[in-house]
């Protein structure tokens, strides 16, 4: 019963992910930003992302109580896309776009953390939980694709993003309410995760590999719309990538029980360089879809190997936090630097821009060849016992 209620809840925060990643840019364009805006607001928030996380996550972590901060947040996230409709021009679209992802960049890691901890304390298999998000992500993709083929308007996406809220909303009420003992003082989670070695060496590495996707994330169904790509087609090339990840996620625990995290990232990483060369040399359907698969490596090995790591490496009451860094830095920091940057670079080379990001992905590995050199398999950070691998 709790795997069924996690999972419809990642069906439902999975909907607005759906509509955001591959049309938002779509949308802002609709309002007359151009790319080097596109790229600033995008990477607003992911910014936001930096603080939000770490703001709400400790006081989730000191109560012991998870459920009712996603709840909140889930609900503010909707209000602030209310906002948008009233918003116009640069500036204001700015302003409430770091509301906006104030509440949704802190609702997912405290989603996260909530069930990493029904994987350690009821046995769950994490991948067979989170790949319900992934079928969502895709199902979403691929419908509004379609919508949007048929001529019903790029206005009608904000629409969709209000409504998707509202669902989240509603799911966030169905969640179990896990509760750990209190950590104790206030920035001590903080303060040993961010002293340790293995952890900063991780946190490096996921942030250089998923960052890497920002152009993708940021310029691929522009770019795509801009060769001839039908908005149909355009859905299937990011369904494709997702029904990758959901193979991946299916047999994550296996994956990650023979691989382990380090090893995971390195994948990740070799997977990242073929991407991105590939789609910075072609445009072509076929290619497009040969490495649309890759991104079972390129996002779903970083995102399983993380998991993986926090479910291994950090103690019980410091998950949220470690889920909330992992976020803000991986998914907020690094990501916004590197959507800033994008931006630029697609406005003066085109699809090349994707080699910056195979750059990236390489770094990345790098890192990750330290952390396996540096991190044994198994080692909690805080001296206690693992829970069970995800």
């Known amino acids: 019963m709790i795997a069924l209620r996690l999972a419809l809840f990642y069906v439902v925060c999975f909907l607005p992910i759906g509509i955001q990643m591959p049309f938002w840019p779509v949308w802002l364009a609709f309002r007359g930003m151009g790319p080097a805006e596109i790229g600033i607001l995008l990477a607003a928030t992911n910014v936001t992302r930096i603080f939000a996380g770490p703001a709400f996550a400790p006081f989730a972590d000191r109560a012991g109580r998870r459920k009712q901060f996603i709840v909140g947040t889930a609900a503010g996230a909707l209000a602030a896309y ?16 770091v509301l906006a992802a104030l509440f949704s960049a802190a609702m ?6 909530l069930t990493v901890l029904a994987v350690r304390t009821h046995g769950l298999n994490y991948g067979r939980v989170r790949l319900w998000g992934s079928v969502s992500f895709m199902a979403t993709a691929i419908l509004v694709g379609r919508a949007l083929g048929a001529g019903v308007g790029e206005g009608l996406i904000l629409t969709l993003m209000i409504g998707a809220f509202a669902l989240t909303t509603a799911g966030s009420l169905g969640l179990p309410d896990m509760r750990t003992p209190p950590a104790q003082g206030a920035h001590a989670p903080l303060r040993l995760l961010l002293g340790s070695r293995p952890f900063a060496l991780f946190l490096i590495a ?10 993708y994330y940021g310029f691929s169904t522009l770019h795509w719309r801009s060769v001839g790509h039908p908005d149909e087609w355009i859905g299937a090339f990011w369904a494709e990538g997702v029904v990758a990840e959901i193979v991946l996620f299916a047999v994550a625990a296996q994956v990650a029980q023979r691989l382990g995290p380090a090893r995971l990232l390195l994948l990740a990483a070799a997977g990242g360089v073929v991407r991105w060369v590939v789609l910075g040399a072609t445009d072509q359907w076929a290619a497009i879809v040969v490495v649309q698969a890759l991104h079972a490596a390129t996002f779903g090995a970083t995102h399983v190997a993380a998991m993986h790591f926090i479910a291994r490496a950090v103690p019980p009451d410091m998950v949220t936090t470690a889920q909330s860094l992992y976020f803000s830095l ?16 697609y406005e003066a080379f085109g699809p090349h821009a994707y ?26 950070l805080g001296g206690t016992t693992p829970g069970p691998g995800v």
């Open 206 to 215: 996921a942030s250089l590999l998923q960052a890497s996707h920002a152009v």
């Open 82 to 97: 209310l906002l948008f409709s009233f918003a116009e021009g640069f500036w204001p679209l700015l302003a409430v776009t």
């Open 330 to 345: 991986a998914a907020g920091g690094a990501t916004a630097l590197f959507m800033v940057a994008s931006g630029w670079l």
């Open 355 to 380: 080699f910056a990001m195979a750059l990236a992905s390489a770094a990345g590995g790098a890192v990750a060849l330290v952390l396996a050199r540096l991190w044994r398999e198994g080692v909690s």
């Open 108 to 113: 997912f890691p405290l989603a996260e953390s």
